[in-house]
């Protein structure tokens, strides 16, 4: 069964503070590692896929990175505009459909 | 492009009635994915459809619920007879290609 776990639950930062979080992940092989971004009472939405180990993204203040185990988004120098849930999913391979299983997600809070 | 239209954006409903959720999925999109999301699971993936065909309903919890894809442009997730447990925000997304979904904004089901 695909796994995906993410830590912390909850972040707290100040403005212009650094951070990582973390997406593990076990798949019967991996097709994709998605990262959504979520706001309070909206659907997700998508930032980033990555698709092997040793791959990069970036999209303004994230990027995301990947391992054969791991994802991390990095969050260079927040704002407080960056407060949102965070969500890391995987698509297994082999599965024609796209289904994706997602981790619990990071609460990001940014202080100004 | 609308994106991904949902309706209702909330519903209330007494327990043991029933209650259908709609979903317009973006046009040319040829996957459409009902999700529910609560604080104890966060998102799961209740049943797919591939060009209007269920592929996997295995996330439906019981009877009780039940999805038709009558066509590319229109999709329906019925819970009969509901109860306050069915208490959730429920999302549909779509995609083509397995790159990434699109979510709607979700509906917010609760069950009194």
């Known amino acids: 069964e695909d796994q995906v776990t993410q830590s912390p639950e909850a972040l707290r930062l100040q403005e212009g503070e650094s951070s990582s979080l973390n997406c593990s992940y076990t798949?019967?092989?991996?097709?994709?590692l998605f990262w959504y971004r979520q706001d309070p009472g909206k659907g997700p939405e998508f930032l980033f896929t990555?698709?092997?180990a040793g791959e990069e993204k970036e999209k303004e203040r994230l990027k995301a990175t990947l391992t054969k185990k791991e994802s991390f988004l990095h969050i260079t120098a927040p704002k407080p505009e960056d407060s949102a849930t965070y969500l890391c999913?995987?698509?297994?391979?082999?599965?024609?459909?796209?289904?994706?299983?997602f981790g619990q997600g990071t609460i990001l809070t940014v202080h100004p | 492009d609308a994106g991904v239209i949902q309706s209702p954006r909330h519903e209330v409903t007494e327990m043991g009635q029933e209650v259908t959720l709609r979903c317009k999925p973006i046009?040319?999109?040829?996957?459409l994915f009902w999700y529910r999301q609560t604080m104890m699971r966060g998102l799961e993936l209740l049943i797919y459809?591939?060009?209007?065909?269920?592929?996997?309903d295995s996330g439906m919890p019981e009877d009780r619920f039940s999805a038709k894809m009558p066509n590319a442009s229109f999709s329906t997730l019925k819970i009969q007879p509901s109860e306050p447990r069915d208490s959730a925000v429920y999302f549909c997304?779509?995609?083509?290609?397995?790159?990434?979904?699109?979510f709607g904004s979700g509906t917010r089901l609760t069950v009194v």
């Open positions: 999913a995987v698509m297994p391979g082999g599965t024609s459909y796209g289904k994706l299983t």
């Open positions: 990555l698709y092997s």
């Open positions: 997304a779509s995609s083509t290609g397995g790159i990434g979904y699109t």
């Open positions: 046009s040319g999109h040829n996957s």
């Open positions: 798949v019967s092989g991996l097709r994709g």
């Open positions: 459809f591939n060009n209007n065909v269920p592929i996997d």
